[in-house]
């Protein structure tokens, strides 16, 4: 992952954030009789998705913890795309999930992150942890591609 949010964030398609978009307007559009009082953004990067889309997608009420492990993240996502319904946080949830969060979330999103997850087992019993009874996850991401081959065959190098 490149180590510089602002990089990062200007180096999403605009492809790719419609993508986001009408995936997460045909799932939400899904989930009537839901609660939408706070909500978890996986993986939040830094921070645009967070703000320019998922917002949109949430009731006016609606909380949003946005978390990711990476400071440098979280830091760009406080200060480029801050809002009032929205607060980030240095947290890796798999690692250590706050005890308070228990059964705390209606809805937990994760946009192009989970593919960095070690464990998916783990992850997934973490999700159903956090998540309240008929909660939603969605995990937005890739799950094909011609690159793949490519990153395989680099992780397998020393260097």
């Avoid at 953004?41 to 978390?67: M, P, V, Y």
């Avoid at 980030?88 to 997850?117: C, G, N, Q």
Wanted: overall charge neutral; hydrophobic content about 40%.
């Amino acid at each position: 992952m490149n180590s510089k949010p602002a990089q990062y964030c200007s180096s999403r398609s605009k492809t790719d954030v419609e993508w986001i978009d009408s995936r997460l307007s045909h799932y939400v559009s899904k989930m009537t009789e839901s609660n939408w009082d706070i909500v978890l953004d996986f993986g939040c990067g830094a921070g645009n998705i967070t703000k320019n889309i998922l917002l949109s997608h949430c009731s006016a009420h609606t909380k949003i913890i946005a978390i990711d492990i990476q400071s440098a993240f979280v830091d760009f996502a406080k200060e480029t795309f801050g809002h009032e319904r929205i607060e980030y946080m240095v947290l890796d949830v798999i690692e250590k999930t706050p005890l308070h969060w228990a059964k705390r979330f209606d809805k937990v999103f994760a946009f192009f992150s989970h593919h960095y997850i070690s464990d998916f087992r783990k992850f997934l019993k973490v999700f159903r942890e956090i998540l309240k009874p008929e909660g939603y996850v969605i995990c937005l991401g890739i799950a094909s591609a011609p690159t793949f081959s490519v990153w395989l065959e680099l992780s397998t190098k020393e260097e």
